[in-house]
């Protein structure tokens, strides 16, 4: 047994996500997506405590909440586990917060990752879907999918299929620092509904084969993007500028304010993201 573990956690982008108006007498959104998982990265130090029951979070970047995904994650994984140990984790961050790139969940899952190695524990799949649905909903993505990674993503984000993730693009990736919190963007796509359908997404069994399509002619459609960029115009410019320098598609990720271009070859990002730090004071390349 490791007195220290050490873990990172990618974030993801989301590719099309198609946000289906809730049925009647359903508490979530159901959702279609294809999530891919990215070299930037969060790090975890987790470390076993004296004390029992205890679980502490300190974060280099923000201060976190006293209940946030680590700590609900620890919470649940004891009440299935029986577990009584306790752990300090140094949470080192790298993605934004708020940005629509799955940071908190991408924590909880490799937090949960570690700290079942951290005591021993034999982590099935159905003791850590079991946590994650206490959690988040994109938890369950990122439990079962390492850096790199692809999947079909359905249901309330519960129903992952993993597909094989392309690795002949790059990505480029610009936060306007934009704070849009997941309440208001659903509330805003709750409200699209009732006006005339602009956009139509591709139905959800043809994710896949689109994906694996040439770049330049994929159909996907972000069910946020339009209402935010409607209600915040900094997210438009910033889609507007990895066009003009080159991005093969670009959309919002999640539900925002975090938008991505997709470029060719390593070099074509990196010069895109050359100029566009002139302007975005986040701006990121990552491998596909």
């Avoid at 649940?76 to 961050?93: A, D, Y």
């Avoid at 005339?196 to 994906?211: Q, V, W």
Wanted: one cysteine or more; glycine letters at 6%; charged letters at 25%.
């Amino acid at each position: 047994m490791s007195s220290d573990i050490v873990v990172s956690a990618p974030a993801k982008v989301n590719i099309g996500l198609n946000v289906l108006p809730k049925a009647e007498g359903e508490e979530y959104h159901q959702i279609e997506s294809i999530f891919q998982t990215i070299d930037l990265c969060d790090e975890l130090v987790v470390r076993k405590v004296e004390k029992k029951n205890f679980c502490s979070v300190k974060c280099d970047m923000i201060e976190l909440p006293e209940l946030n995904t680590i700590t609900k994650a620890y919470e649940r994984f004891c009440e299935l586990s029986g577990n009584e140990v306790g752990v300090e984790v140094l949470l080192k961050k790298k993605i934004p917060s708020g940005g629509g790139l799955g940071g908190g969940s991408s924590d909880a899952a490799s937090f949960i990752k570690a700290f079942a190695e951290l005591i021993d524990f034999d982590l099935t799949d159905i003791v850590a879907d079991a946590v994650a649905e206490k959690v988040g909903s994109d938890v369950f993505f990122f439990l079962h999918n390492g850096l790199h990674e692809a999947s079909l993503v359905s249901g309330r984000g519960e129903i992952v299929k993993k597909i094989n993730a392309r690795h002949d693009f790059h990505f480029v990736l610009i936060f306007p620092e934009v704070f849009s919190s997941t309440k208001e963007a659903y509330s805003l796509v709750d409200e699209s509904y009732k006006a005339p359908m602009k956009n139509e997404c591709p139905l959800f069994d043809e994710y896949e084969k689109i994906y694996s399509s040439s770049v330049e002619n994929w159909t996907f459609i972000n069910s946020f993007t339009s209402v935010l960029t409607e209600k915040y115009p900094v997210i438009q410019y910033a889609l507007q500028d990895l066009k003009n320098q080159g991005a093969l598609w670009s959309d919002m990720s999640g539900s925002g304010a975090t938008v991505f271009g997709i470029f060719e070859s390593l070099d074509s990002a990196k010069a895109a993201v050359a100029l566009l730090q002139k302007k975005w004071r986040f701006c990121y390349y990552s491998g596909s």
